[in-house]
């Protein structure tokens, strides 16, 4: 009888709002036991020792607001069979919570975010790369909505760091992340064709039919 398989870790990038998390939810969702769901936004730095201004004038678009190598020492440790202390940022505050959030090995691992193909230390850690690619005005909406209803904003706040930061650094770091992507997927969680062929594949690889 054959050792434990070691874990397919997919990464799923696209600028904010394409529909990422959507995504690596619905596929976690069809793997139930299976799958487990990361994201790099729970790895912003810890902005505590800092006045609110100074918070909110953080660039929290930049590859540097990550702890990128956390995260990707946590998902070494989960290829290697070990459950993870993942933390627990709090968006209206910029600081990260006392408490953490325990996550276990599973078959598939999805770690999702803007910022995860830009750096080298989290592509190495990823057996597929997928890219979700949506239009500017749709993802601006989305993220309007989601800030202001999940995230504790303001309207103003949110539109000015978009002018400030989101938007320029999509500009030079999310999109041309895109080169390092082995699938490209439109429209995110509205593209089922791109889904079923996905979850098709995963699914294989989830319940050991591959």
């Given amino acids: 009888m054959s050792g434990p398989t070691r874990p ?29 769901v990361i994201e790099h936004d729970a790895y912003y730095r810890d902005q505590a020792h800092l006045t609110p201004e100074q918070r909110a004038a953080t660039n929290y678009d930049h590859p540097q607001s990550l702890e990128s190598d956390l995260l990707a020492a946590h998902l070494r440790e989960l290829r290697e069979g070990r459950g993870v202390n993942v933390p627990i940022y709090d968006f209206a505050t910029h600081t990260r919570k006392t408490e953490t959030r325990r996550v276990e090995p599973a078959r598939v691992i999805i ?9 080298p230390l989290l592509r190495e850690q990823m057996d597929i790369k997928i890219f979700v690619d949506t239009d500017s005005d749709i993802r601006l909406i989305r993220r309007i909505r989601r800030d202001l209803e999940q995230r504790g904003r303001s309207f103003q706040s949110v539109r000015d760091q978009y002018y400030a930061t989101v938007r320029p650094m999509h500009i030079e770091h ?19 064709v791109a889904l079923d062929v996905l979850l098709g594949q995963l699914g294989r690889i989830a319940f050991g039919r591959d």
């Fill in 8 to 36: 397919l870790v997919v990464g799923i990038a696209g600028g904010s709002g394409s529909g990422k998390t959507t995504v690596a939810h619905k596929l976690a969702g069809s793997m139930p036991g299976r799958a487990s």
């Fill in 111 to 119: 770690v999702e975010g803007i910022l995860v193909f830009t750096e």
């Fill in 174 to 192: 999310v999109e041309p992340s895109k080169r390092w992507a082995d699938l490209i997927v439109p429209e995110g969680g509205d593209n089922k």
